[in-house]
């Protein structure tokens, strides 16, 4: 069965720290792989997806994730946040239109 | 341009109320349309899906409903609303075939 592992519940960086956000999935098959932001009462915002190819993904506001198939992991990074970062992540795992699977989301503080 | 539309923003109702949560999407045709609930400190579960009008699948038991009266239109329903059923519901979409969604920007639901 899929599953999305999001460790990390809270992060507290400084700004214009890096950054890295770890996810970890559980999957029978080659994944599609996303992560999704959602600021505060807000819906959630595609930053990058992978399907194939080149296994570092560029996404939007500068982060990038970087697929690693032997370590079952997705995870982001960006190498320096800003203020503006500060917001909660979603790592999800799908193959198809109806069966994405979430994690339980890491919360980013960023501190001046 | 493909849009969502989520409302309303935030809504309080007593228990025992009933509810109805509305999402259109404009610019496609034939979606798959989704509604997600957020509840506090937890990530997104999947509550139902739609892949054409009056066709609904629902994830988990619960004490609500859904319903896709028109192509672009999903929503989401109560006839009696339990404290439980209070948490963040998106209402998301993709196209037939496509991985990765499209959110609304959420409704905040308190049941008092």
């Known amino acids: 069965a899929q599953s999305v592992t999001q460790p990390d519940i809270h992060i507290t960086v400084s700004e214009g720290a890096s950054l890295e956000l770890r996810c970890n999935y559980s999957y029978g098959a080659t994944p599609y792989l996303f992560w999704y932001v959602q600021s505060p009462g807000q819906g959630l915002q595609l930053l990058l997806k992978y399907f194939s190819g080149d296994t570092l993904v560029q996404g939007i506001k500068g982060f990038e994730a970087e697929f690693k198939r032997s370590q079952s992991s997705f995870n982001l990074r960006k190498p320096s946040v800003h203020w503006s970062d500060a917001a909660e992540y979603f790592c999800?795992?799908?193959?198809?239109?109806?069966?994405?699977?979430f994690g339980t989301g890491t919360r980013l503080t960023v501190i001046p | 341009s493909q849009t969502i539309h989520q409302w309303p923003a935030t809504l309080v109702q007593p228990v025992g109320s009933p509810l109805s949560l509305e999402c259109t999407v404009e610019g496609t045709s034939n979606p798959n349309l989704y509604w997600y609930r957020q509840a506090a400190g937890r990530g997104l579960q999947l509550l139902f899906y739609s892949v054409g009008i009056g066709q609904i699948s629902s994830e988990v038991p619960q004490n609500l409903s859904a319903s896709r009266p028109q192509d672009r239109q999903f929503i989401l329903s109560s006839k009696k609303l339990l404290l439980s059923d209070s948490g963040f519901y998106l209402c998301a979409w993709n196209r037939v075939g496509a991985s990765g969604y499209t959110f609304g920007s959420g409704t905040r639901l308190t049941v008092v």
């Open positions: 999800a795992v799908g193959a198809g239109a109806n069966n994405l699977f």
